[in-house]
């Protein structure tokens, strides 16, 4: 049984800095491509960041671009994602995903999801 574990949230000041650990179970890790994704209340989820299944390319999305770092250790099964000068904005529940070969920015493409944490950032 696949399982995506997140932890790593909590509440922040704006300009703080947070990372987010998801750790993978029951799956050949290193075959998935993997990302976050968010939702904020009343929004629909949306793409955050992708990583490669080697963790050699990694893709963000426009507004987390230059502040988040997504990486992986495929040798501990797990992906991160660093967030540094968040802001109110990226208060959100944040999801681990998995995807069974290539990379993707959609929603719909990946396979496993974990069951979110919860950033909330006070401006």
């Known amino acids: 049984q696949v399982q995506l574990v997140e932890s790593g949230g909590g509440l922040v000041q704006a300009g703080d800095s947070l990372r987010l650990s998801c750790a993978a179970s029951?799956?050949?890790?290193?075959?998935?491509?993997l990302g976050w994704f968010r939702q904020a209340p009343g929004k629909e989820r949306e793409f955050v960041a992708a990583?490669?299944?080697?963790?050699?390319?990694?893709y963000y999305a426009n507004s987390v671009k230059g502040r988040f770092t997504i990486s992986r250790d495929n040798a501990k099964n797990t992906m991160y994602l660093q967030m540094n000068s968040l802001n109110a904005e990226d208060t959100a529940v944040y999801y681990c995903?998995?995807?069974?070969?290539?990379?993707?920015?959609?929603?719909?493409?990946?396979?496993?999801w974990g069951q979110g944490t919860q950033v909330t950032v006070s401006s």
């Open positions: 995903a998995a995807k069974y070969g290539l990379y993707s920015g959609s929603t719909y493409s990946y396979d496993h």
């Open positions: 990583i490669r299944r080697s963790g050699g390319s990694t």
């Open positions: 029951g799956l050949t890790f290193s075959s998935y491509a």
